[in-house]
C-alpha cells in the first residue's frame, strides 16, 4: 500500500518538497488576499470600536469574494455555507414543523460542485491564454538581428500567462546620407494580463509599419503616440516607451525616451550615462511633442533598456531589487558578450527575489558595440 500511496503523493505534488509547496501556497495565499483586500475599507471611522471594524472589514472581504462569482454561483455558495453551518436545521412554516439534520455532507457537496465549475472556467481561461501568449511570442523577435558590429541579447518574463512589455530589434531602410540603421524598440504597456497585451499587440503591428516609411526616429514616435491616443481615448491606458536608432557604420545613436525608465550606456571606460531625453509616455495627450537626442557609441560599450518589472522586483520581505545592484552586475560582467551580461543580469535577480511572487512583467534588452566607430 506505502507504494501506491507514494505515487499517489508525487502525482499530486509533482514532486515538489514539503518546503516549497508550504512557500508556494504562501505565495499564493498572499496574492489572492491583496486581490480582495483591495476592494474592502480599512480606514478607521472615529467612534468605531475594534471589534465593529473587524466585522466590516471581513463583510468587505466577503463581498470581494462573493462578487467574483456569476449570481447562481452565489446562490449556491451562500447554501453551503448555511448547510456547514448549521447541519441540523428546525423551522416552521404555518402547522408544519421540520426538522432536518446532517446537512453537511450536502453542503460540502455543494462546495464541491462549485469547485469544479470554477476549475472548468479556469481551465479553459488558461487555454485561451495559452494560445494567447503563443501568438504574442510571435510577435516578438525569437533571436537578434544579425547585425555587423552589434552584439545582442534580450529576455523577457511575463507576471501572468501573458505580458504588457514589448521589445524589438530590427533594421530600417536605409536613409539619404546615412547608412545601415538598427531600431531598439522596448516598451512597458501599463497594466498587466490581456487588457496590457492586447495593446502590446498593436502597438508592435504600428512600430513595424511606421518604420518601414522614409520617416526620422522622432516623426516615428510622434506618429505613434497619436495611434495610441486614438486607441486610448481616455487615457488610462498609456505606455512608456523608448526608441532607438543606432548606425553602426559611424557609431551613432538616436533616441526617444517617451517617460520610460532611464536605460543605461555603459562605456567601456566605466563611465555611465543615462539617456533621459524625450518626454511624456505614449497615450497621453495626442499633440505631445518629444524630444530626439544623439550620442556616439564606441567599441565595446554597452547599452541596457529595461523595464520597471527589473528593478522593481521583490523579494519575500518586499525589498526592492532596485538600479544600485543592476549597475553592479553591468560592472561585474563588463568585458562579457551580450548573452552573459542578460544570463548574469536574469540570474541576479532571480537570486534575489527568490521564492517571492513576481507582481510585473519583466524584459531586458542588451546591446554592445562590437566593432570601431
Keep these: 500500500m506505502a507504494i501506491p500511496l507514494r505515487a499517489f503523493w508525487r502525482r499530486i505534488s509533482d514532486g515538489i ?143 501572468n500567462t501573458v505580458a504588457g512589455d514589448y521589445y524589438d530589434a530590427f533594421t530600417r531602410p536605409a536613409a539619404p546620407e546615412r547608412g545601415e540603421r538598427l531600431l531598439l524598440v522596448v516598451a512597458d504597456v501599463a497594466g498587466k494580463s490581456v487588457p496590457a497585451a492586447l495593446l502590446m499587440a498593436t502597438l508592435q503591428a504600428s512600430v513595424h509599419t511606421l518604420a518601414s516609411l522614409p520617416a526620422s526616429l522622432l516623426e516615428l514616435v510622434e506618429s505613434l503616440n497619436q495611434y495610441v491616443c486614438a486607441q486610448n481615448p481616455s487615457g488610462h491606458r498609456f505606455t512608456t516607451a523608448f526608441l532607438a536608432e543606432y548606425e553602426p557604420a559611424s557609431g551613432r545613436l538616436d533616441y526617444v525616451n517617451a517617460g520610460h525608465n532611464w536605460p543605461v550606456l555603459r562605456r567601456s571606460t566605466g563611465e555611465i550615462e543615462r539617456l533621459r531625453t524625450g518626454g511624456v509616455p505614449l497615450g497621453i495627450m495626442p499633440n505631445s511633442r518629444y524630444e530626439c537626442a544623439s550620442t556616439a557609441v564606441a567599441a565595446g560599450d554597452l547599452l541596457l533598456i529595461f523595464t520597471d518589472g527589473l528593478v522593481e522586483a521583490q523579494d519575500e520581505k518586499e525589498q526592492e531589487y532596485g538600479e544600485a545592484r543592476m549597475l553592479a552586475i553591468l560592472d561585474k560582467s563588463s568585458g562579457g558578450t551580450a548573452a552573459d551580461v542578460m544570463q548574469q543580469l536574469m540570474t541576479s535577480v532571480d537570486a534575489f527575489v527568490g521564492a517571492a511572487r513576481q507582481y510585473d512583467d519583466i524584459t531586458c534588452l542588451v546591446m554592445r558595440a562590437t566593432s570601431p566607430a
Design 17 to 159: 518538497e514539503i518546503q516549497q509547496l508550504w512557500a508556494q501556497f504562501r505565495i499564493e495565499a498572499r496574492a489572492s488576499y491583496q486581490a480582495y483586500s483591495k476592494e474592502a475599507d480599512w480606514t478607521r471611522r472615529e467612534g468605531e470600536s475594534g471589534r465593529k471594524r473587524l466585522f466590516r472589514v471581513i463583510r468587505g472581504l466577503f463581498w470581494a469574494m462573493m462578487t467574483k462569482l456569476s449570481p447562481a454561483r452565489r446562490v449556491l455558495f451562500l447554501i453551503a455555507l448555511v448547510f456547514l453551518f448549521f447541519p441540523d436545521l428546525k423551522f416552521t412554516v404555518g402547522e408544519a414543523h421540520f426538522d432536518i439534520h446532517d446537512l453537511a455532507f450536502p453542503g460540502g457537496l455543494a462546495l464541491l460542485v462549485l469547485f469544479a465549475l470554477e476549475l472548468a472556467d479556469r481551465v479553459m481561461m488558461k487555454r485561451d491564454l495559452e494560445i494567447a501568449r503563443e501568438i504574442q511570442s510571435w510577435l516578438m523577435p525569437a533571436a537578434p538581428p544579425n547585425v555587423r558590429g552589434v552584439d545582442i541579447a534580450f529576455a523577457t518574463r511575463p507576471a
